[in-house]
């Protein structure tokens, strides 16, 4: 009887030890944050593991990122962390969503009939990371022009637009 007792504890405590066992092999030690990080273009993308991982520091230490693919342009880009022999791969989301801010170096213009005047030459400080397009924009037909010149003498008011290269655009400036 007193052997059975043993024998029943005995096997509880290694069955328990298998089980923790089996639980420290699986359990993961760090998570991604999530699957795809998503910058603004012209923002700083993070080098700093904790940025991408929830793990405990120790861990942390261990990590290695994986961003030698990624590139600060608009796009989408592979990356990886690596702990020992794991990668977990993850997508680094560079967009531009951020309207082109600009104003205008006077609010009222005096020109000749018939001169040409570029929408560019009216515009100052405009503030964007990518390259922009200065134009005029009719309010009524939405046709685009760079420039504008008139056959008649009046007052006229002009909608002038600032559009980055991937689609965005100031509010209309006047």
């Given at each position: 009887m007193h052997n059975k007792v043993f024998i029943?504890?005995?096997s509880l405590f290694v069955a328990i030890d298998v089980g923790l066992c089996y639980l420290a092999l699986t359990i993961t030690p760090l998570k991604l944050k999530r699957n795809v990080f998503t910058f603004q273009y012209g923002e700083e993308?993070?080098?700093n593991v904790s940025d991408y991982v929830t793990a405990?520091?120790?861990i942390l230490k261990s990590v290695t990122?994986?961003?030698k693919d990624v590139s600060t342009n608009v796009g989408i880009y592979n990356a990886s962390v690596s702990y020992f022999d794991k990668t977990y791969p993850f997508e680094i989301h560079v967009i531009d969503t951020i309207k082109p801010?600009?104003?205008l170096k006077k609010v009222q213009w005096h020109i000749v009939v018939g001169e040409e005047i570029n929408a560019k030459?009216?515009?100052?400080?405009v503030e964007d990371f990518s390259s922009t397009t200065i134009y005029f924009l009719d309010g009524e037909t939405k046709e685009r022009s760079?420039?504008?010149s008139y056959i008649q003498e009046g007052s006229y008011i002009e909608r002038i637009i600032v559009e980055d290269a991937?689609?965005?655009q100031s509010a209309a400036l006047r």
């Open positions: 029943a504890v005995l993308i993070s080098t405990n520091d120790s990122l994986n961003i801010k600009a104003s030459d009216l515009v100052e400080n760079e420039s504008v991937h689609g965005n």
